[in-house]
């Protein structure tokens, strides 16, 4: 018998067909003994729905107390039929609202953090028997204003609850049957992995892989609830997400995965003075126009200049670009240049932090295909380059390959 948490995103519950779909597989594991807590996203679509009509509503600015107030009846829909469901198999079932539970959040609307949960209600349904269901990406604020936790904010909620509750295993049930090598669209060799570790897994979500909202990630890594991402039409083992410890022997592989984004751009500086404050007057007034940066690499000065090269967001690209053009003489550049198109791909494993040697098979790798790095950034169990886009398969693929990723797991000792 193990005490779950069981996550449904919006794709799982986006029909009527899928909630009774979703019931019957709770009430099967009901009869096999397991005490469940669901977490259920709306219905999919059900949530950009919602913000199209705010925005009709009010087109200049959102009022956001009240768009939470819209915003979190999507997932009020789907906790209350898919009870009617569970009953309908026979199954006790009970729904509360983030704010019933009592998911307790700051007042920050639209992007609230769990400040504490109540967990009386759902233990005394849980010894009665009953499966419980709370609305995912919402709570109330100490006003009792309701909040919500932000796009993808679900995942949130069910990892919360799961450290809450102290539950065995927090389940993410998804459309994708766990996390994999890579993106399967990209190199169809791409293997699912039994195991993956936090530090791991938030690393290829911030590289791209959109499987699990980064912020749950986080959140499963510092109350070390171990995480697993399932599908939910399919049966199948996921893939598991937890620390790496003896306990939990990961199989020893140097690269876990191999992510990329194509969402970057990069610009250079060339010729500047190699003098403190350089950096400073180039990044300084980027972030004050609230640009993200990502990527920077700063050359070693020759001849008393240096070169600089960091990348941004595609969309903050060409405004970041004039910025500093515009600058251009006021920086004492040579040149200002960008590309855009360009991708960042990534190799990713705590294996590298034992390992030596695992930067240059990459880069032979990668040149044995005649692929130039624009820039390549390392930190500990990351390596990245930037590459021009036309040549991320052929990257990705590579980088498959020489590191044997679509081979099965080793078996653990
Ligand atoms: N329904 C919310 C969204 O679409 C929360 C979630 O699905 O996790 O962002
Ligand atoms: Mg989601």
Redesign the pocket.
Same mark, same amino acid.
């Given at each position: 018998m193990a005490s779950l948490v069981k996550k449904f =995103?919006?794709t799982s519950v986006g029909t009527v067909e899928r909630i009774q779909a979703v019931a019957k597989k709770l009430a099967k594991a009901k009869e096999a003994g397991d005490d469940q807590v669901v977490v259920v996203?709306?219905m999919s679509g059900? !949530?950009?729905r919602l913000v199209a009509m705010a925005k009709e509503v009010m087109p200049a600015t959102v009022d956001v107390r009240e768009l939470d107030v819209l915003?979190s009846t *999507?997932?009020q829909v789907t906790i209350a039929l898919l009870c009617m469901a569970l009953k309908t198999l026979g199954c006790d079932a009970r729904s509360y609202t983030g704010a019933q539970v009592r998911i307790l959040t700051d007042s920050s609307h639209s992007k609230a953090r769990i400040v504490s949960i109540d967990t009386d209600k759902i233990t005394t349904d849980l010894e009665k028997g009953r499966i419980v269901v709370v609305a *995912?990406?919402q709570g109330v604020d100490a006003e009792g204003d309701i909040t !919500?936790l *932000?796009? *993808? =904010?679900?995942?949130t909620s069910a990892v919360a609850l799961a450290a809450a509750l102290g539950s065995d295993e927090c389940q993410i049930f998804t459309d994708v049957d766990g996390v994999y090598t890579t993106d399967p669209r990209v190199e169809s060799k791409a293997r699912r992995l039994d195991r993956i570790t936090f530090e791991e897994m938030l690393e290829m979500a911030s590289l791209g892989s959109k499987v699990l909202?980064i912020r749950a990630v986080e959140f499963a890594g510092k109350y070390n609830v171990p995480l697993r991402v399932l599908s939910s039409f399919e049966e199948g083992e996921g893939t598991l997400i937890t620390t790496d410890d003896e306990e939990n022997e990961m199989e020893q592989a140097l690269v876990s995965g191999i992510a990329f984004n194509r969402d970057e751009a990069q610009i250079t500086i060339t010729n500047i003075a190699d003098q403190p404050g350089t950096a400073y007057s180039i990044l300084g007034p980027i972030a004050d126009l609230n640009v993200e940066v990502d990527m920077i690499v700063q050359n070693a000065g020759v001849d008393g200049t240096t070169d600089f090269t960091f990348t941004v967001h595609r969309d903050e690209y060409q405004r970041v670009l004039d910025f500093l053009v515009a600058r251009q003489k006021e920086l004492g550049a040579a040149t200002v240049t960008g590309n855009d198109q360009i991708v960042k791909v990534s190799i990713v494993g705590v294996g590298m932090r034992s390992h030596a040697g695992i930067a240059s098979r990459m880069f032979r790798a990668l040149s044995e295909k005649g692929i130039n790095l624009r820039m390549i950034t390392t930190s500990e169990i990351k390596i990245s380059v930037v590459i021009d886009e036309d040549y991320l398969e052929l990257g990705v693929r590579s980088l498959h390959d020489e590191f044997g990723l679509a081979d099965a797991a080793v078996t653990e000792a």
């Open positions: =995103g919006g996203s709306a059900e !949530t950009n915003l *999507g997932e *995912g990406f !919500t *932000g796009r *993808g =904010g679900s995942d909202q």
